[in-house]
């Protein structure tokens, strides 16, 4: 299998690929580098910034909001800690992966160590997303309805996301079909997560893609040495499949299709900094909103939702109604009905509406307490391929009203828009890049397959207004 990987692989940096996959790669990685500037405000950031930069190095690549340039491996593992630290980066379903928040880190980083043009990068992300995903789905369980890698405890973001992210590194640094199934071999013994943070608590999710992305570009660093892996590594007895799902996976999802039919512009992109379960909920509000409902006319909510989501976003319910912080009120039916219907930011919530201020704000609070959370069939029968929201609501008046969210904004039914993702990347970078500097950065990624000059892209997204400022 890792054969037909790296025949995919060299033949799409010989031959190109579709040009909806190639308009999809620019969009997410102009989604990245907003979610790696955004993600400066929280201290693990600076965390693994700090602990980057005091290994030192060659000056090969950038990390977003840091003037120094670092070796490759640790650009991808600082921006990659930063794409997914705010839990806002695209989504595949029903895998459940966030692809894009270590392949784009890696193959970024790769390119600028190794002078790749844009055309070339841009290939590299899309196929390094389509393997994550493709072997994601291999641990897809469609009677169990979940992912094998769950049900072991295993992140499949940044298993997966390792093994993507390089096959990316390895097309952008020039190696052939047999380099690309090596490099596979070699990371297979570099990919790991746990996800037991998710259930407990911890920081230590936010290294995930980081970790993924340094060790992609890593492994295809060391097969470009002469370092050779398992041919195989994803089969065999010994392998990905038996260490990792103990054998139980499905191969078709890997090869069926491989180079005609593409997952890549399917991946949802994530409109709210949220769960993905409170998005329709969010849309929900909105549209009450825009029916001209107000707070004060809320007698009484009930969000109907996928039953086995209950659990993360209406549960205890207590708990869900008084979030304590804005990262509670993430994974909050309540506070997300609740955020649609007051409205904010960006699509139309954004980062600064999910604030420890607003999660305990007397108002919101107010209306959160009139929210319930449970389980419909119509949205069960429609998991996991959609996270659908049933919403009814009466008013003070006697009336009831009902917004059924069936899709998800941001994925293929409800796609956004060039335009909207440049809006989303301007929220994000607010207060640290310049409106007009955002804006031609924004046209330069969404066209990232005509870049010449990567680094030059890059380079206004290296040092922020605040670092300026404090210069002078």
């Known amino acids: 299998m890792a054969q037909q990987i790296g025949a995919f692989a060299e033949h799409c940096?010989?031959?190109?690929?579709?040009?909806?996959?190639?308009?999809?790669?620019?969009?997410?990685t102009l989604d990245i580098l907003g979610l790696c500037v955004a993600a400066h405000r929280l201290p693990t950031s600076a965390a693994a910034i700090d602990h980057v930069l005091d290994q030192g190095g060659h000056p090969q690549a950038t990390i977003v909001g840091v003037p120094t340039k670092v070796n490759a491996a640790q650009a991808a593992f600082a921006n990659g800690v930063l794409a997914h630290s705010l839990d806002y980066d695209d989504?595949?379903?029903?895998?459940?992966?966030?692809?894009?928040?270590?392949?784009?880190?890696?193959?970024?980083?790769?390119?600028?160590?190794?002078?790749?043009?844009?055309?070339?990068?841009?290939?590299?992300?899309?196929?390094?997303?389509?393997v994550a995903v493709r072997l994601g789905m291999a641990g897809y369980d469609a009677e169990l309805g979940n992912s094998v890698f769950f049900e072991h405890g295993q992140h499949a973001t940044s298993i997966t996301g390792a093994m993507g992210s390089s096959v990316a590194a390895a097309m952008i640094y020039g190696l052939d079909a047999k380099g690309i199934a090596d490099v596979l071999g070699i990371t297979a013994s570099m990919a790991a997560g746990v996800i037991e943070a998710n259930r407990t608590g911890g920081t230590v999710k936010r290294l995930h893609c980081g970790v993924a992305a340094q060790a992609g570009v890593t492994a295809a660093q060391l097969v470009k040495r002469g370092f050779t892996g398992p041919p195989t590594v994803l089969e065999g007895r010994f392998g990905f499949f038996q260490g990792w799902l103990h054998g139980q996976f499905f191969p078709t999802a890997i090869t069926e299709g491989l180079g005609q039919e593409w997952s890549v512009p399917g991946i949802f992109f994530k409109p709210y900094p949220a769960n993905h379960f409170t998005h329709t909920t969010v849309d929900a509000g909105i549209a009450?909103?825009?029916?001209?409902?107000?707070?004060?006319?809320?007698e009484s909510v009930v969000v109907g939702v996928a039953g086995s989501t209950v659990r993360t976003i209406g549960e205890p319910i207590e708990v869900k109604r008084t979030p304590d912080t804005g990262y509670q009120a993430q994974f909050s039916g309540p506070y997300a009905f609740a955020a649609g219907l007051i409205g904010g930011g960006g699509l139309a919530t954004g980062l600064d509406d999910y604030s420890d201020e607003l999660a305990q704000d007397p108002a919101r609070r107010a209306l959160?307490?009139?929210?319930?959370?449970?389980?419909?069939?119509?949205?069960?029968?429609?998991?996991?391929?959609?996270?659908?929201?049933?919403?009814?609501?009466?008013?003070?008046?006697?009336?009831e009203l009902v917004q059924e969210v069936l899709t998800n904004r941001g994925g293929p039914a409800r796609p956004l828009s060039d335009a909207e993702l440049s809006r989303k990347f301007a929220d994000n970078v607010a207060g640290r890049v310049a409106d007009d500097v955002a804006a031609a950065v924004s046209t330069q990624v969404l066209a990232l397959q005509d870049a010449t000059d990567l680094p030059g892209v890059l380079a206004p997204l290296s040092t922020f207004i605040t670092d300026t400022e404090e210069s002078k």
Do not use: W, Y
Request: glycine residues 8%.
């Open 13 to 28: 940096a010989t031959h190109g690929i579709p040009p909806e996959v190639t308009a999809s790669v620019g969009q997410r």
């Open 91 to 130: 989504t595949h379903l029903p895998s459940v992966l966030h692809p894009s928040a270590s392949v784009v880190p890696a193959a970024l980083a790769a390119a600028e160590h190794a002078g790749a043009s844009g055309e070339l990068t841009s290939r590299a992300i899309a196929v390094g997303i389509e």
């Open 288 to 298: 009450f909103r825009e029916q001209g409902i107000t707070p004060e006319m809320v």
């Open 368 to 399: 959160m307490a009139k929210v319930d959370v449970v389980a419909d069939e119509k949205c069960n029968d429609i998991f996991p391929f959609q996270f659908p929201a049933v919403v009814t609501l009466r008013t003070t008046d006697g009336r």
